[in-house]
């Protein structure tokens, strides 16, 4: 498994799966911008404003998306994987032994 993990391309992809995100962004910033700009010609500059808060409301809209798709991708490895989880309860016989010998 660690074969795969420093291979040049499963670098390339990770890099590449990283940066879609930052390139989504753009592009719904792009998209909601020119769409204000069409509109402006109807309704006014109210309408570039709005097109600049609706690619930037899509921009976080795709950040919650890939927010959502890693935490289900970590969960999964912790399944598979068997993670202990940060807020585990198990008690082990040597959280009984700590500070007794204080």
Avoid: C
């Avoid at 911008?33 to 609706?54: D, E, K, S």
């Avoid at 970590?74 to 399944?79: A, K, N, Q, R, S």
């Amino acid at each position: 498994m660690k074969e795969q993990n420093n291979s040049k391309t499963f670098k390339i992809a990770r890099a590449a799966d990283s940066l879609s995100l930052g390139i989504s962004m753009v592009v719904a910033v792009a998209i909601g911008t020119g769409l204000g700009v069409w509109l402006r010609q109807y309704w006014g500059n109210w309408a570039l404003f709005g097109g600049i808060a609706l690619g930037v409301l899509a921009a976080i809209n795709n950040v919650f998306k890939a927010y959502k798709a890693q935490k289900a991708s970590y969960d999964e490895l912790g399944d598979t994987h068997a993670i202990i989880k940060p807020n585990s309860t198990k008690k082990t016989a040597q959280d009984d032994d700590i500070g007794k010998n204080i």
